[in-house]
T-cell receptor, first 112, second 113 residues
Framework: EDKVVQSPLSLVVHEGDTVTLNCSYE??????LLWYKQEKKAPTFLFML????IEKKSGRLSSILDKKELSSILNITATQTGDSAIYLC????????????FGTGTRLTIIP | NAGVTQTPKFQVLKTGQSMTLQCAQD?????MSWYRQDPGMGLRLIHY???????DQGEVPNGYNVSRSTTEDFPLRLLSAAPSQTSVYFC????????????FGPGTRLTVT
């Protein structure tokens, strides 16, 4: 059974801190790993990672995949209160019958 | 574009009742899916469709039916609601062959008493 595990489950930091969120996975026929941000409602897409060692960056957010360790990290630098959200990691697997398996998420709270 | 729309936003059912959650998208996406999100469980795939007339089961299909008669619509039917189906339901769509950048609807919060 495919599995995606995120840690920590929740994190509270002060504005300006840097945070690292972790995602590990066990899936068959791995295709790619995705990060989503979920605020009040529906998740919104952040990154898709397919190749190991190549960092994806968007502003203060960055992410990298380690296919040897079956894991990924999401870094957020100089955190702001608007970064408070649940961050979801998902793994896309299979070819022709694609399946997206989600982790439980990390709830990040930024204190002003 | 409205994107992905879901109705209703909230629903309370009694055990044994049936209902249909509606999902529609106006982006001409081939791939549509339904997820449920429970505390501590993340998002779990219920059913998905790769095009009109084609549906398949996801991780937790029991108690739910779907059909896809048009590209735009992908309704989810609860046949006989149970308290275990209390959850938040998200519909999502994306274009094939890249079902990764899924666009999610706003969700339906369902409570079964």
């Amino acid at each position: 059974e495919d599995k995606v595990v995120q840690s920590p489950l929740s994190l509270v930091v002060h504005e300006g801190d840097t945070v690292t969120l972790n995602c590990s996975y066990e899936v068959t026929n791995f295709r790619s790993l995705l990060w989503y941000k979920q605020e009040k409602k529906a998740p919104t897409f952040l990154f898709m990672l397919t190749s190991s060692g190549i960092e994806k960056k968007s502003g203060r957010l960055s992410s990298i995949l380690d296919k040897k360790e079956l894991s990924s990290i999401l870094n957020i630098t100089a955190t702001q209160t608007g970064d408070s959200a649940i961050y979801l990691c998902a793994v896309l697997s299979n070819f022709g019958n694609e399946k997206l398996t989600f982790g439980t998420g990390t709830r990040l709270t930024i204190i002003p | 574009n409205a994107g992905v729309t879901q109705t209703p936003k909230f629903q309370v059912l009694k055990t044994g009742q049936s209902m249909t959650l509606q999902c529609a998208q106006d982006m001409n996406h081939e791939y549509m899916s339904w997820y449920r999100q429970d505390p501590g469980m993340g998002l779990r795939l219920i059913h998905y469709s790769v095009g009109a007339g084609i549906t398949d089961q996801g991780e937790v299909p029991n108690g739910y039916n779907v059909s896809r008669s048009t590209t735009e619509d992908f309704p989810l039917r609860l046949l006989s609601a149970a308290p275990s189906q209390t959850s938040v339901y998200f519909c999502a769509s994306s274009s094939i062959p890249d079902p990764y950048e899924q666009y999610f609807g706003p969700g339906t919060r369902l409570t079964v008493t």
